[in-house]
């Protein structure tokens, strides 16, 4: 029987370089855009309106991502966006580990994997160490990435378990 109920979106883990990262607390969307190309003939052919556009897709474009986790001890972060800094400030030759593949898993209320996507070159190009501190408020410390990425799909390997 199909699932009837929707997954929730708090459930959710990011990997790369084999291991998961810790303490994550949110992640904006994967999203991507296709451009649209209008285009006209320039005469009545097969019965077409000269007078109308076709539209034709153009150029697709990923979004960048933003994840956001609690501060602790675990550097992951801070290295990753590192690596990127240290080659555009410094001259760095260096491109290790620059760009990496992540796997974002999608769980159930059960912790089984559920769906699962892979994101493609993906590299930091913001990096907020200490998000705003308020002495008035009661929240927890948070750091942010903002990854480029050279696109994402569906790992069609996975399947949802059995209800």
């Known amino acids: 029987m199909a699932r009837r109920d929707p997954y929730k979106g708090f459930k959710f883990r990011i990997k790369w370089n084999g291991k998961y990262v810790a303490a994550l607390q949110r992640m904006s969307a994967l999203r991507r855009t296709t451009d649209v190309i209008d285009w006209r003939e320039g005469s009545i052919t097969l019965g077409r309106d000269a007078s109308s556009t076709r539209k034709l897709p ?36 260096n491109l290790r580990n620059f760009r990496k593949d992540l796997a974002i898993d999608l769980l159930d209320e059960e912790d089984r994997l559920v769906k699962r996507y892979l994101v493609y070159r993906a590299w930091v190009s913001e990096y907020v160490a200490l998000d705003d501190l308020d002495s008035n408020v009661s929240r927890i410390a948070i750091t942010k990435i903002t990854i480029e990425n050279e696109g994402w799909e569906r790992d069609r390997s996975v399947s949802p378990p059995e209800e």
Do not use: M
């Open 58 to 93: 153009g150029l697709t474009h990923y979004h960048p991502i933003t994840l956001e986790a609690g501060i602790t001890c675990d550097p992951t972060f801070e290295e990753w966006a590192n690596l990127v800094s240290d080659f555009s400030q410094q001259g760095k030759t």
